[in-house]
């Protein structure tokens, strides 16, 4: 048997350190920080891929691809954009045995190339809205790794559109955060999602505003799902994009750019998911249903395979395997399944296929129940849905449980105490930066968001006592 | 109206360089000899990865993702594979501000960084046969760049399969290349290829055999679609893949590779197409039909742009644009998509609506024809089928016709003088190298396979008259 799986409960870090890799998710690669996904961990992106993209095209966004490598100098054009990516640069510096004049950064973000690129496709504001989106890899130099999470190369789509008006970009980023991401994460992963924006500290560098969509994993920790950015006129001045509108007048484009990355699925595995392993939800798990033929220790195991294969006909709308090994028992591949988090298994014998039936057994509640082979298609569509169900109304109530009022630094400072997650503490605070850093670095909590849904409410500053208007959300993040 | 386009019969070259960027399909990026690929020509990507994926999964391969960084070492262990791309290489110095102990290579291709992980995931002849595919981006410095022909980054898929035997290894090899990319050429691209091996200097470096299809562009210039390697125990043995096989023995395994990437997209373009301009393959074409509505000098538009927009509804099962700019004349729509080779063009005007009707234009044959809303759909299906029929046709008899037996070298130096394509020249070879290089250099045609399909036939050397047992063909190639 294999190592026991550490338990979810007791050492969360460690669970889904072991669990990525025992899962057959992902490894480490061999150059710093890189990360090779695994097939099983791949088919989980492709899904989340198909579901995204999808949403995308119907917001009109066209995908295109912009090279790996940017000219240093493209990057140094935003100011505030190259102080905030500098120090994560890979840089490349000789080709074909040349050293190059100028080094390439290994694209850490495509603003600056497209945007260099795209001012000489806009002229009139017949070109506009322009909406552009790129699947490719993204490079950033990181000391600490950590699988899906945190590592140097990672793969994301970067949608990046042009707008006649600051806001026409505001609102394409709200839309797809709201109608991409927010039913992505809802509809799909199965999680629920806190969305607000950033304040001015935690902003992506360059951006006016930026959106975004805060989750929290399984152990009161929260992490990003996603981001989308109103870029204003901030790049179209640096670049220099500007186009002719219905007056013959030269204006300034607006520019918005969202994105979410492979980071969704280390988010998906810590918020579902217990001390058996994983929990993969139904409408994107790589694997829906596992077939396990129960072939009897003296009985001849080809009817009982032939079955399995005649099932699996019957669901070929589903994503299903059979594990036919025949060097493992039924016990083993149950739990081997349940630890890779397969929603559903179906198990099927000499006497289930005697008397026209299977066995349906629910990796969410661990239900086993006998269904006849008329009612097979039907049941799985609705258990599927219900797994689906099950796992979002357990997330949300998580996520309720751990979230907080805090009224004094005396209680944030004990919530935040110690190396466990804190959940989401929603507290009253300045507006200055100065106050955000001093919380972060005596609590180690910074400002997830400020939420666009809440109860408006003057309050004071929960260190400083300055006067505030609204709670934002503060966490111990990812 | 926009410059004339050069002739593709009189000026290919020239032709090609200009229609790739005005029909919007790619641009040069910023970085030496790098590609921007726009929205209409990554769409034709797209359509084309969902067509290969879907035959490569029937194949029981699976996707994943390893890291683009390699490291140097790795390049290293196996011999003829680091003769063959150090030249090629694009090196990472630093990351985050730090020199690196040891350079990363920026991904010339993947079997190195594969085959060192993935000794670790084998262990018994359970484990194969072990069927991966990536869909990555692929990095070779170029000094010569021509847009999809040859640029220092493309787009691609990389097959990388373990097998238990050299023969198993030979036989996926070759299913790939028939039954995913002859299939996906003949079915989808509307190209008939020539299918053989590579000789042994023409082949990849590291392989025991690389096979190979190739096509005839509309110049007489060759050009190798894609390549399916048996790689033999030869990266098995530099990077010890060993599994213990069913009578408990430790065997060597065997591998094999194969690829096609945005080239296709070149092979394509350069196949069909006429002085008018481009012609997408009906099947994946990223527009296959353009509904173009004909507003009338005094009518009302609206009843038009509606009616349009039913029939776009209608197609829905098709990739359909409207072409409603109201500051371009019906003229000049035709001429523009035209240009961009959409295969089958829509018309409706007011008399059309009266009449419950539409015109249908071809873009391979140019006829028109009305067709009652009726009929419209089988009308579409047809049509689309026959654009397709007759494409594939069209390039078949070119090949055909540049096809040639060559029995002197007389003859051989005579078809392959001047600046031109020179077709397929079948001709006997003694099978040295030397000889080989000597054509090469003498005729700059090379070897680009030893076809599958010929009559076996014994014969002289072209240039030494050594003896021969079946022609090979040489093309001037891309």
Redesign the interface.
């Given at each position: 048997m294999a190592d026991q799986l550490p338990s979810r409960s007791e050492n969360f870090s460690e669970w889904y350190n072991t669990i990525v890799q025992r899962a057959d998710l992902a490894?480490y690669?061999?150059?710093?920080g890189?990360?090779?996904?695994?097939?099983y961990g791949?088919?989980l992106?492709?899904n989340i891929q198909t579901y995204l993209d999808k949403r995308f095209k119907k917001h009109g966004a066209?995908?295109?691809?912009?090279?790996?490598?940017?000219?240093l100098s493209?990057i140094q054009r935003e100011k505030e954009h190259v102080e905030g990516f500098t120090?994560?640069?890979?840089?490349?510096?000789?080709?074909?045995?040349?050293t190059?004049e100028e080094p390439?950064a290994?694209r850490p973000t495509s603003e600056t190339?497209i945007n260099?690129?795209v001012r000489n496709w806009i002229h009139s504001y017949?070109d506009l809205p322009l909406l552009?989106n790129l699947w490719?890899?993204c490079?950033r130099?990181?000391?600490r790794t950590r699988l899906f999470l945190r590592t140097?190369?990672f793969?994301w789509q970067e949608g990046h559109t042009f707008h006649a008006s600051w806001d026409e970009a505001n609102e394409y980023a709200l839309a797809i955060l709201t109608d991409a991401y927010l039913d992505f994460y809802a509809n799909a992963a199965a999680m629920p999602s806190l969305a607000g924006r950033k304040s001015e500290k935690e902003k992506f560098p360059g951006a006016d505003i930026t959106y975004t969509l805060e989750q929290m994993m399984g152990d009161g920790r929260a992490l990003q799902g996603c981001t989308a950015h109103n870029l204003g006129h901030n790049f179209a001045k640096s670049f220099d994009i500007r186009y002719l509108d219905r007056g013959n007048e030269l204006q300034y484009a607006a520019t918005a750019s969202w994105g979410l990355s492979t980071r969704a699925i280390g988010a998906i595995l810590m918020t579902h998911g217990d001390d058996k392993g994983l929990l993969m939800p139904p409408r994107i798990a790589p694997t829906q249903i596992v077939i396990v033929p129960i072939f009897g220790k003296h009985a001849d195991p080809a009817p009982v395979l032939a079955a399995a294969k005649q099932l699996a006909r019957e669901l070929a709308d589903y994503r299903v395997e059979i594990d036919a090994?025949d060097?493992k028992s039924p016990g083993f591949k149950f739990n081997d399944w349940e630890m890779r988090g397969v929603p559903l298994r179906i198990e099927i014998g000499p006497k289930d296929i005697e008397k026209n039936q299977v066995v349906l057994a629910r990796r969410d509640t661990g239900e086993k129940k006998f269904v006849s082979n008329a009612e097979l298609l039907a049941q799985v569509a609705q258990t599927l849905d219900s797994i689906h169900d099950t796992l979002y109304a357990r997330a949300k109530k998580f996520q309720d449980d751990h979230t907080f009022s805090v009224d004094t630094y005396a209680e944030f400072q004990a919530r935040t105490a110690g190396e466990g997650g804190a959940g989401f503490l929603m507290a009253h605070w300045c507006g200055n930066r100065e106050c955000e850093t001093a919380i972060q670095q005596e609590t180690k909590a910074t400002i997830r968001c400020i939420p666009f849904v809440q109860t408006k409410e003057a309050g004071k500053c929960i260190r400083c006592d300055g006067a505030s208007q609204e709670r934002v959300v503060f966490a111990k993040a990812y």
């Open positions: 490894d690669g061999a150059a710093k890189t990360m090779i996904i695994k097939p791949y088919a992106w492709e066209k995908n295109a691809f912009f090279p790996t490598f940017i000219p493209y120090p994560n640069l890979w840089l490349v510096a000789s080709g074909g045995g040349e190059l390439y290994v190339t260099m690129t017949r552009l490719n890899s490079f130099y990181e000391l140097s190369e793969l090994r060097d």
